[in-house]
């Protein structure tokens, strides 16, 4: 440990579920630095974030600050120690004036119980000021851009004297220029003796503003040092690592002729000018980092979206698709991601879930037939391995990967021509994962045009014909599967490098 | 010696636990009917007349009306949505029907166009909630008020009667000793049972109102679905409608209808459908219906105060839904 340093994890382990996530994970931050700590989906970021924020509790290691060894037992006590983790999504209430955002839930009362206005009104000022940043404190935070949101939060940190701020992928939301406004406020934080963690895929925005860094591969702590002293590459293998890259999953069937083209299509604020092609038997895979447009760009060709232009053709015919139901009359189908949200409907029983979009495979004069459903959904029991013990209770009784394979099922008995995988395997276990590519290989080979969106580009890999990298609304690089390499396309996906997509 | 009777003891414990569970299955899926057999029997011990057989016929004949009202409540709410608009909609069509009846002296043209006008001002509802994407709260608001100020334009703020005999037969004609109205509730719960359970229509209405996102990536025809619902809502007020007015052969713009939205809310709540939608089940709210007229006649026979039914009411309808919250 040197002599600056802030705050120290040793040795921490964690494991979900008998399933390790950290082991033997070091990480520390100096007095005033800006920290960046890297890592893949999954590394294990979070979580180690999480147990500093006192979420968590580690199963082995220790926390020190200021070199004395400390416990967080409870999100209270990280914050009493000077902690301050800033989310993804913002926490601000955008129907609340500046400084009742900053002072929520610790509102200055007089003896009375009444609020204290202009003494908040001038605190809050005070932290502005050194933030260097002149808003009005009565102003209403909707009229704000979101980078000034992400100030109120930063500054609601240091009302309340943090020594120590996580900011996990601030800049995700954020225009070019915010993020310059934000990298300047960071700067200045740092010369106040403020440290501050920096979370982010974002490799080149991390070299412009960041100090030291810490990657974390696989739960475990692979690679720190200082920036300067480093090149983006050098860092982005440690991040990927060189053993990751298992064997692909080999297809030797030919593919047909062309049964999608897509082309110029554009929405303004999520993608612009796409053009692409997917040949039936392909699987096309489609990556990015967070904000690169891709599920809006496929939940619009799906019809969930409906404000685009731009043309698409479906076996050669031009459709316009304005409804999900168009689309799949049009032979397009989506397995959409965030199960919960948008795939599953909890409330009714597998077999109903199984159902839902071909419920005219299961009429007869207008009564459904819950025989032929059942049957029906023997039929994918089998074929997908649904492990479930009584179909007729409710979808959320099952396990992830279970859920997933119901909704798998689903489209696999509408049968379209074209089907749409966003992000499949979330959240579901590496058994269920690898079956799920499986029947994405199958589905290829009965000469099904299959697009895959993922933001694991390992998964991608083992599977894609073609690889498309989206970075802000754009396709930034294409590649042939077998050429393809993560490192290659990382670049493109973080935006390191930028090149006219090569046609052919 | 020791090990058998741990033995034993272990399995009365799991007979024990398999029988609370076996209860509580029971509970979840059958509390409306378990409550509606202990406020029975309760009943036909409180009041002797309770039991009788013209009395019976009579709650059933009573809660008809709000019965098949609560019906098509059942299928707005198992969408996500509410109706407040029916007891308005209910006066208004009653109103045109006796002027359409008086007009033409047909009562076949009647009741084609109370069935008409209830089914479009349903569409017009299900036409806001759907395409005009207001809450259905606000929208059916807004049309309760519009309602019942036309109906009361329309009849100059007083009733207006029949002229045409045979029309208050529709109400007033038994069958052995079961009343039309009766009659006409039974089929309709049986109708509308078979439309939510056993057709494509009826899964639809639950799955848009358990998740209306993913029932729309389903590739459901979510708004044509919801216009529906509140169409078919808006029929089902018509037929109660010409039940009321064939009741006395008259109905009053001002009065008919008063209320009945919340009467209909609270059958379908106590039969255990969710406020948000997506859950619950047509016998349930049949039940609930009956309990709320069993309330009703026992508060009558014994004589409680008009005035303090509504308390009663109000507090079964809370008891109702906090047993329902502990599941």
């Given at each position: 440990m040197s002599t600056n340093s802030f705050m120290a994890m040793e040795g921490i382990d964690k494991s979900f579920h008998h399933v390790p996530?950290?082991?033997d994970v070091f990480f520390e931050v100096n007095y005033g630095e800006i920290h960046a700590l890297l890592g893949e989906n999954g590394a294990g970021k979070s979580t180690l974030m999480n147990i500093l924020g006192g979420i968590h509790q580690p199963d082995k290691g220790s926390i020190h600050i200021n070199g004395s060894e400390v416990e967080m037992t409870d999100p209270r006590v990280s914050q009493d120690y000077g902690i301050s983790f800033i989310h993804q999504e913002l926490n601000v209430v955008?129907?609340?004036r500046v400084y009742e955002n900053m002072f929520l839930g610790a509102e200055l009362r007089n003896k009375w119980g009444f609020v204290k206005v202009e003494q908040m009104c001038q605190q809050t000022k005070d932290v502005l000021a050194r933030l260097g940043v002149d808003i009005d404190?009565?102003?209403?935070?909707?009229?704000?851009d979101t980078s000034y949101k992400q100030l109120i939060e930063i500054s609601k940190a240091l009302l309340r004297n943090a020594t120590l701020i996580i900011m996990d992928e601030?800049?995700?939301?954020?225009a070019d220029h915010e993020v310059g406004r934000l990298f300047e406020l960071m700067k200045n934080l740092k010369k106040s003796g403020v440290s501050i963690i920096y979370i982010s895929h974002k490799l080149k925005e991390i070299q412009e503003v960041c100090d030291r860094y810490t990657v974390l591969r696989d739960g475990k702590m692979v690679g720190s040092g200082h920036?300067?002293?480093?090149?983006l590459d050098t860092i982005t293998n440690l991040m990927i690592?060189?053993?990751?890259?298992?064997e692909r999953f080999l297809q030797h069937h030919t593919l047909g002729p062309t049964t999608l083209e897509v082309s110029h299509l554009t929405s303004p604020g999520f993608f612009t000018d796409i053009d692409f092609t997917v040949r039936k038997g392909e699987i096309a895979g489609f990556t990015g980092l967070a904000g690169d447009g891709r599920t809006e760009l496929f939940e619009s060709l799906f019809g969930f979206r409906k404000k685009y232009t731009g043309e698409i053709k479906i076996g050669g015919k031009t459709v316009r698709i304005d409804h999900p139901k168009k689309a799949l009359k049009a032979g397009l189908g989506l397995v959409p991601k965030d199960r919960k949200e948008n795939?599953?409907?909890?409330?009714?029983n597998v077999i109903h879930n199984m159902s839902l979009s071909s419920m005219g495979h299961f009429e007869k004069t207008g009564f459904v037939r819950e025989k032929a459903e059942k049957q029906r959904f023997e039929f994918y029991k089998d074929k997908l391995n649904i492990k479930v013990?009584?179909?007729?209770?409710?979808?959320?009784?099952?396990s992830g990967g279970n859920q997933q394979k119901v909704v798998i099922a689903k489209w696999l008995e509408v049968d379209t021509d074209i089907i749409i995988f966003d992000?499949?395997?979330?959240?579901?276990?590496v058994g269920a994962k690898r079956e799920i590519y499986q029947d994405i290989i199958e589905l290829a080979e009965q000469g099904k045009g299959v697009i895959v969106l993922s933001s694991e580009v390992p998964e991608l890999l083992k599977v894609c014909h073609t690889l498309y990298v989206m970075y802000q609304g754009e396709i930034a690089a294409t590649f042939k599967g077998e050429e393809a390499t993560e490192d290659e396309m990382m670049r493109y996906a973080t935006g390191t490098k930028k090149e006219a997509v090569t046609v052919g | 010696m020791a090990n058998p009777e741990k033995k034993q003891e272990a399995y009365q414990q799991t007979m024990r636990s398999k029988a609370t569970g076996r209860f509580s299955w029971l509970w979840s899926e059958y509390s409306v009917i378990i409550a509606f057999l202990i406020i029975f029997i309760a009943a036909s011990f409180m009041s002797?007349?309770?039991?009788?057989l013209t009395n019976q016929m009579n709650i059933l004949m009573q809660v008809s009306i709000i019965g098949i009202v609560s019906l098509g409540m059942t299928v707005i709410m198992l969408s996500g949505g509410i109706d407040l608009s029916v007891g308005s909609v209910l006066a208004l069509v009653g109103v045109i029907t006796v002027m359409a009846l008086n007009a033409s002296g047909s009562i076949f043209a009647a009741i084609i166009t109370a069935c008409l006008v209830g089914s479009f001002t349903g569409f017009l509802n299900g036409l806001m909630v759907a395409?005009?994407?207001?809450?259905s709260f606000i929208a059916t608001l807004g049309m309760m008020a519009a309602a019942r100020s036309i109906a009361l334009y329309t009849a100059d703020g007083g009733s207006i009667s029949g002229e045409?005999?045979?029309?208050?037969a529709i109400s007033n004609s038994d069958l052995w000793i079961i009343d039309y109205p009766i009659i006409i509730f039974l089929i309709v719960t049986a109708l509308v049972y078979i439309l939510m359970h056993h057709t494509r229509f009826g899964r639809y209405v639950y799955a848009i109102g358990s998740n209306e996102k993913a029932a729309l990536l389903s590739a459901i025809r979510v708004d044509r679905v919801k216009m529906a619902v509140y169409s078919l809502g808006g029929l089902l007020v018509s037929v109660a409608a010409i039940i009321e007015t064939s009741r006395l052969n008259s109905i009053s713009?001002?009065?008919?209808?008063?209320?009945y939205e919340l009467d209909a809310i609270a059958a379908v709540i106590i039969g255990g459908?969710?406020?948000?939608?997506?859950r619950g089940k047509v016998i349930g709210t049949f039940f609930g219906v009956l309990i709320l007229g069993i309330l009703n006649n026992m508060m009558n026979l014994m004589n409680v105060s008009p005035h303090l039914q509504g308390f009663v009411k109000g507090l079964i309808i809370i008891i109702a839904v906090v047993f329902q919250k502990r599941e």
């Open positions: 996530v950290l082991q955008s129907d609340l404190p009565k102003e209403y935070v909707r009229n704000l601030p800049t995700t939301a954020l920036m300067q002293e480093q090149k690592g060189k053993s990751v890259s298992e795939a599953i409907i909890k409330d009714l013990q009584n179909p007729r209770l409710t979808i959320d009784k099952l992000n499949p395997t979330q959240g579901i276990d | 002797p007349r309770f039991l009788d395409k005009g994407k207001i809450a045409v005999s045979g029309f208050s713009s001002s009065s008919s209808g008063m209320q459908t969710r406020m948000t939608g997506g």
